[in-house]
């Protein structure tokens, strides 16, 4: 505390965690599980998963490119970063299966860990879940939850003192499956009643939508449903639904006229593990290699005695665990990677908008650790699934890493 | 029920067997641009160090052996230092000997020649002195006597006279 360079480092933290709190605090952060799509190439969705997945590959590609390019035997630059991790992987294999089989795992057990890492470590850059394109919300194209944004010289911004809103939609009148079937609804047909339903939903979250801007922004009109009482006969009649759509409609118009926006964003860039179908394919990839290996190492028929045998009623029992242990190998690969980023982006989502300065940062320390990890106990698991699937049952016990008891 | 669960999780075929794609161009190019290249150089490097390494033990078991050789060719001199000096020793101990013998004799020599010498000078001396006396004791005699003995009669006479005495130097 002697030190004048520590108190004014922790004067200054303390005065950035106040601003912060004070001014710089955005709205609650809207939790979208599915990767957003930003535009459709055909049949493929580009998800922003996608863009950022495939930016790593570029990276990586790049990366590996320039380290390659010129390699000389007394290492200098980025050779000798990029060949340090390399050879750390490289003698981690030899030291896991040995050299021939080492040899024949590295490449995927390196590509596995270097991708997932450089993945997790470039979803923690600042420009990823914050920029992104605006999808309108309305009554059609409705979510719970919206931001209003203020929109100048074409460019949406959320600005600090702007809140979530949140749509809270009254489905009760909608339940005419919950009603015990008077006479009368009894003679409407299941496909006029399912419409009825959605068109029903569709007021209510028309009603939401108008409720909630009128409540915020002072746009449109305070009852919609008063408005337009006269319009129907009431929750699932098709023109009361159309007035209250209009109704909602215009309010839109009039904060879109006074520069605002409803909507959310779909970050152009999210971090690749975020989404179920990056750890998901990586965890196939992982997998063919695996049952590849174990193939051309033992023998097709070979192989598959490890898992159907007919030789003792217990070996059958165990090869058939065995079997399901291998396909639910591909599930606890996919969500313990998935669970854990997805975690992790929500984590630092939530804390910047608590305390959007200073106190965010061990958290972003806490990712990067938990980046590596992953990406390592991706990568291992699938190294020493592969020295199983190559050691015959008979020398089963022996070849077992320890690992395998300590990452599971 | 599983199947909307995976759907609102957001699995999606088209995406998924992109996501393949984009792994399996990474396996590959890294494969061919980083890994193979790299592995070459990682195992040209252990094999120049493997060299390497043995060279120096060869150039250890080298130099151990030469070292061995200047000590025992070191030894091997101080031997012959150590055996030419004792021959040396040897050499002149034996000379000095020699020398020692040679002025012995010749001292021995030099004294018998002198003795020899002075051997004779005192037997010409005695003779001398005998004749002398002889002369003297005539010369006396003949005094006494006078001319009753002739010269001849009394030389003989007398040299037996000295036969019978001690002297008996040449004469």
Known sequence: MKNPKTILTIVGALVLLLAGFLFMRGPKPIIEIKAETLAYLGPFPLANTYVSSAAAVLVLIVVGWFAARKLSLIPAGIQNLVESVLEAGYNLCVATAGEKNGRRFFPVFMTIFIFIWVANWMALLPFFNAIGAVEPVSAHEFRKEAVVMSKSAGIALIKPSQKTVKFDVNTSPCTFDATPPAASQSRVPPA?????????ILGQRAIAVVEALYKKDHVGVADPAAACASAGTGPGDHHYTECLVGQSETALAQLKASGKELGIIAPYFRSMNTD???PLSIAIMSAIFVEFWGITALGFFKYLKKFFTISSPINFFVGILEFIAELARLISFTFRLFGNMLAGEILLLVMTFLMPFVVALPFYGLEMFVGVIQAFV????TLVFAVLAVSTHDTHGEHE???????? | MLILGIADLGINLPLLVGQLVNFTILLVVLRLVAYGPLMKMLDGRRERIR?????????RTKAAESDRQVHEQIEAARREGQALVAQAQEISQRIQADARAQAQTDAEALIARARNEIQLERDSAIAELRKEFADTAIAAAEKVINASLDRGQHRRLIDEALAESRFKGAV
């Open chain 1, 192 to 200: 006029e009643r399912a419409k009825q339903q959605s068109d029903c």
């Open chain 1, 276 to 278: 179920i179908n990056s």
């Open chain 1, 378 to 381: 991706f990568a291992m698991l």
């Open chain 1, 401 to 408: 890493p320890l690992e395998v008891t300590a990452l599971h």
């Open chain 2, 51 to 59: 060299e390497s390494l043995s060279a120096a033990e060869e150039m």
